[in-house]
């Protein structure tokens, strides 16, 4: 099992930023990819990035290329996106995933484990 537990969200105006933190536990070793998705009020859950542990190849969807960036800190078992030039349409439930196999990275199929998610919200 691997448990995920999200941090860092908020309320920004656009243009500002913000650090998402995403705290790691359990059989982290069995980790292969991982990703933060989104969910607005009305909306599918989105795919926002991830990164292929051990590679540290990483995703992004074209809306956020540019702006947001996700990283790894092995030491500190945490997952991390930073924000910049939010938007109001970045504003959603932002959560962290784990997957303890290849999965499409953007994809939520097969993201066997998930946080409880923590609110972002951009005005304009």
């Known amino acids: 099992q691997v448990q995920l537990v999200e941090s860092g969200g908020g309320s920004v105006q656009s243009g500002g930023s913000l650090r998402l933190s995403c705290s790691v536990s359990?059989?982290?070793?069995?980790?292969?990819?991982m990703a933060w998705f989104r969910q607005a009020p009305g909306k599918e859950r989105e795919g926002v990035a991830a990164?292929?542990?051990?590679?540290?190849?990483?995703y992004y969807t074209d809306s956020v290329k540019g702006r947001f960036t996700i990283a790894r800190d092995n030491a500190k078992n945490t997952l991390s996106l930073q924000m910049n030039s939010l938007k109001p349409e970045d504003t959603a439930m932002y959560y962290c995933?784990?997957?303890?196999?290849?999965?499409?990275?953007?994809?939520?199929?097969?993201?066997?484990?998930w946080g409880q998610g923590t609110q972002v919200t951009v005005s304009s």
């Open positions: 995933a784990a997957s303890s196999g290849y999965v499409i990275p953007l994809r939520s199929p097969g993201y066997r484990y």
């Open positions: 359990g059989y982290t070793s069995t980790v292969y990819f």
């Open positions: 990164i292929r542990i051990g590679t540290d190849s990483t």
